[in-house]
């Protein structure tokens, strides 16, 4: 597991921190801290020793190389929350403390985590810091909400599994570092009318999962999603379509920058085939006539003939095997996850990932099938894949 230094500042959202200490140390990473002289007036470091087990500094006092020992010996240098004034003094390559000379003196993963009122964060000088600052740190960036100062806006630390995630990422071995995936996930919206549409019970959970741990892998996402009944994580760049034909639109454009195509997603396979501009009425009987809608993967496929596609396929038990065996060989695909009906829209997944050479079975939450799918195409694409 990971050495992690945890920088403090004096910020309303200090007390946070001992939540990020709880869960990092929970994941098996050790923790130290250094707090800044006046993050140091709003808790005592006592609550920091005794959470991490180990004396927290906040100046040179417990070691005179403080500032170059501490950056040496971690993995990763997280500073949450960071204040406007510490952010401020990093861009400028002030070190007037431990903390800020501790920053100077590292060379490894830096990440921030601001907190502050949202007028604060918009100052442009501040703006202008934090870009310095995203040439060499990640930012994860303060998020929208009701702040402490009673205003409502930008300047929320991030929540903490979300940081924490962060530095998971930061000390994973990053075997998928460059590789860009996308990944289509949900479900698409046909509408019959203003307000009527034709869908699916898809829930974007598969995809999500799978995302989250090619990302905590070093991997790039972007997502294009449908309709999905829990939020697409922020750290991911996400293109948002109802249609099947907005998400073949956006598909097409993107894979020519992406390595790997992942589609999860349940694309309706009919759509009406006219559209009523307004609501229809009521009646006793209505008809709808519909059209078949575009084959998205082979559509793609044809376009990109060296793109890695992992297809999915959604089917009936008693004929998986020999439908998933068709489309990969029909739709000329690296890899298929075949999974039966009662997966949709749950926790769950019951099926395999198929290729012309092996089966893997995939049963059980979809957050452990996303783990064998992500290890299995750092195999296939990672640094030591093929
Ligand atoms: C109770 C309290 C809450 C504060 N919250 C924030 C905050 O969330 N963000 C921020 O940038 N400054 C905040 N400040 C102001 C900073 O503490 C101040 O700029 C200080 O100089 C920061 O010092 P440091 O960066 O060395 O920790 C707060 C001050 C107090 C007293």
Redesign the pocket.
């Known amino acids: 597991m990971a050495n992690v230094l945890l920088g403090v ?5 200090i007390y946070k921190s001992c939540d990020i200490i709880r869960e990092l140390t929970k994941k098996g990473h050790q923790v130290r801290v250094i707090m ?4 140091a007036s ?1 808790i005592s470091p006592t609550l920091f020793s005794s959470l991490c087990d180990f004396p927290a500094y906040v100046d040179w006092s417990l070691d005179p190389l403080a500032h170059i020992n501490l950056p040496r010996w971690c993995d990763a240098f997280l500073i949450a ?1 960071c ?5 401020s ?1 990093i861009a400028l390559g002030i070190g007037d ?1 431990l ?1 800020t000379s501790s920053i100077l003196a590292h060379s490894g993963k830096l990440l921030i985590a ?4 949202t007028q ?1 964060l918009k100052k442009p000088i501040i703006k202008k810091h934090l870009r310095l600052l995203s040439k060499f740190a990640t930012i994860i960036d303060p998020q929208e909400g009701q702040l ?1 100062c009673k205003e409502y806006g930008e ?1 929320k630390l991030a929540p903490t599994e979300l940081i924490c995630s962060y530095v998971e990422r930061a000390v994973s071995s990053q075997t998928l570092k460059n590789k860009r995936f996308l990944i289509a996930l949900g479900a698409t919206e046909e509408p019959i009318d203003s307000v009527r549409v034709i869908s699916n019970l898809s829930s974007g959970k598969m995809g999500i999962e799978i995302a989250r741990q090619l990302w905590l892998r070093g991997a790039d996402i972007q997502i294009v999603a449908g309709k999905t009944s829990m939020p697409v994580p922020k750290e991911f760049k996400t293109h948002h379509i109802r249609t099947s034909s907005e998400m073949l639109k956006a598909l097409l454009e993107l894979s020519k920058d992406a390595d790997c195509l992942i589609m999860p997603a349940a694309v309706s396979d009919f759509r009406p085939k006219i559209k009523s501009s307004k609501k229809i009425e009521r009646s006793n009987s209505l008809i709808l006539e519909l059209e078949p809608t575009q084959d998205i993967i082979s559509t793609i496929r044809m376009q990109y003939k060296d793109l890695f596609i992992l297809g999915f396929a959604l089917e009936e038990p008693e004929n998986i095997y020999s439908r998933a065996k068709q489309k990969l060989n029909e739709k000329n695909l690296n890899a298929i996850v075949a999974n039966t009906t009662s997966s949709i829209g749950s926790e769950r997944i019951d099926g395999f990932l198929l290729t012309t050479m092996e089966k893997i079975d995939l049963k059980g939450p979809k957050e452990d099938a996303a783990k064998v799918i992500a290890s299995w195409l750092e195999k296939k694409l990672g640094a030591e894949g093929i």
Do not use: D, Q, R
């Open positions: 500042c004096a910020s309303v959202a800044t002289p006046a993050s709003l929350p204040s406007i004034n510490t952010i003094k403390n903390l601001p907190a502050a009122n604060m402490v300047g």
